[in-house]
């Protein structure tokens, strides 16, 4: 009777041991499956990297509508905050931005946020100039890797920062007016990207 309740007690540890191991089988799977989804194929070659900047169109067609309708909180709300790109929308988040914090700043500084059209229509030549950048960029490091850069409109602080969607760049506080402000800070965060690439994934 002792033998059979050993074999018995024996038995079961060892199918325990087998569903302990196929457990963490099972989550090792998972981590490396949902790792493999997660992390973004960007490219490592600077004529594929994108410089986004559909946010800064999506302003300026709102700060137009604002011409003609006084609700300011609402036109921007609509035309521009539902609107984000993914790195606007990781902007707002970090930022705790705001329509109403972006009326403030447009009424603080009306004549910078006149200034964001005149930016946007040298945007080809700003993408050209990017690109070239990101060329003297790989000679330097030749395992970089080129996330999307956003440009994007914000309430006056003028923030630069790297995030997992790539660079995020408000323009409206120094770099509509001296193109190598921007080139900086693109730069800048790149490289932070580039050292915090392996924390996120």
């Known amino acids: 009777m002792s033998d059979h309740i050993l074999l018995s007690q024996s038995i079961l540890n060892t199918n325990l041991k087998i569903m302990k191991y196929s457990i963490i089988f099972i989550l090792l799977a998972l981590i490396i499956s949902s790792s493999s989804i997660a992390q973004p194929n960007y ?7 994108k410089l986004i900047s559909i946010d800064l169109k999506n302003f300026i067609n709102a700060y137009n509508e604002l011409q003609i309708n006084s609700d300011t909180t609402e036109v921007l709300k609509t035309k521009y905050f539902d609107l984000a790109t993914p790195g606007l929308k990781e902007y707002i988040n970090r930022f705790d931005l705001t329509p109403n ?9 009306p004549e910078v946020y006149a200034r964001i ?8 030549q700003t993408e050209q100039e990017y690109i070239g950048e990101l060329k003297e960029y ?6 970089a890797v080129f ?27 120094k770099c509509i007016d001296d ?4 080139k900086h800070a693109i730069i800048h965060e790149l490289t ?10």
């Open 138 to 143: 790989q000679n330097i490091l030749q395992n």
């Open 43 to 49: 490219p490592n070659k600077p004529e594929e990297a």
């Open 179 to 182: 193109p190598e402000v921007l």
């Open 101 to 109: 914090a972006l009326k403030k700043a447009i009424k603080n500084n």
């Open 117 to 124: 059209d005149h930016f946007y229509s040298k945007i080809s």
């Open 147 to 173: 996330p999307p850069t956003y440009l994007l409109v914000a309430d006056y602080k003028g923030i630069a920062q790297a995030s997992k969607f790539g660079q995020l760049v408000s323009v409206e506080k």
């Open 192 to 201: 932070h990207f580039q050292q915090v690439m392996n924390m996120w994934f």
